[in-house]
């Protein structure tokens, strides 16, 4: 049975996961919209009532596009570490490829690296398996 969905937010179980959302991070300082970012419940029980999220994600993701790869390599992924976002994938769907990073000592390190049909069990959530497949179909069928 698939996770129920609602306006972007798919509770998943221990995980709010949302689509989208506007991260805020240290008082404005900087703020960033992520095109999948996950909370895990003990450290976000409740979803904020405005568009607002002051939360450091547990696991951030990007989909990687012609216009927004740089973007999201050379100016998300430096902020995303400097504010302690354990986890990070980047999925490319031109490539049928994701990469998996998680913070260590402060830098970005490979975890993974998934493309096509594999099945993807990896942090933050390694009790699901992810079939990558299915994701290049859906958008192949787009």
């Given at each position: 049975?698939?996770?129920?969905?609602?306006?972007?937010?798919v509770?998943r179980g221990g995980w709010w996961i949302?689509d989208?959302p506007e991260?805020?991070?240290?008082?404005?300082?900087e703020?960033?919209?992520p095109?999948?970012?996950g909370?895990?419940?003990?450290?976000?029980?409740?979803?904020?009532?405005?568009h607002?999220?002051?939360?450091?994600?547990?696991w951030?993701?990007?989909?990687?596009?012609?216009s927004?790869?740089?973007?999201d390599?050379?100016?998300?992924m430096p902020v995303?570490?400097?504010?302690?976002?354990?986890?990070l994938?980047?999925?490319?769907?031109?490539?049928h490829?994701?990469e998996?990073?998680?913070l260590?000592?402060e830098?970005w390190?490979?975890?993974?690296?998934?493309?096509?049909q594999?099945?993807v069990?990896v942090e933050?959530f390694?009790?699901i398996?992810l079939?990558?497949?299915a994701?290049w179909t859906?958008?192949?069928?787009s």
């Amino acid at each position: 049975m698939a996770p129920p969905i609602t306006g972007g937010v798919v509770d998943r179980g221990g995980w709010w996961i949302l689509d989208e959302p506007e991260i805020h991070f240290i008082r404005d300082t900087e703020v960033l919209v992520p095109d999948l970012a996950g909370w895990r419940r003990e450290r976000m029980p409740r979803l904020p009532r405005d568009h607002r999220i002051e939360v450091v994600p547990d696991w951030v993701c990007e989909i990687l596009s012609p216009s927004t790869a740089k973007t999201d390599r050379v100016i998300k992924m430096p902020v995303y570490a400097r504010h302690g976002v354990p986890y990070l994938w980047l999925v490319d769907p031109l490539a049928h490829t994701l990469e998996v990073f998680a913070l260590r000592e402060e830098r970005w390190t490979v975890i993974g690296l998934f493309q096509e049909q594999d099945a993807v069990s990896v942090e933050p959530f390694t009790d699901i398996a992810l079939e990558l497949g299915a994701l290049w179909t859906d958008l192949e069928e787009s």
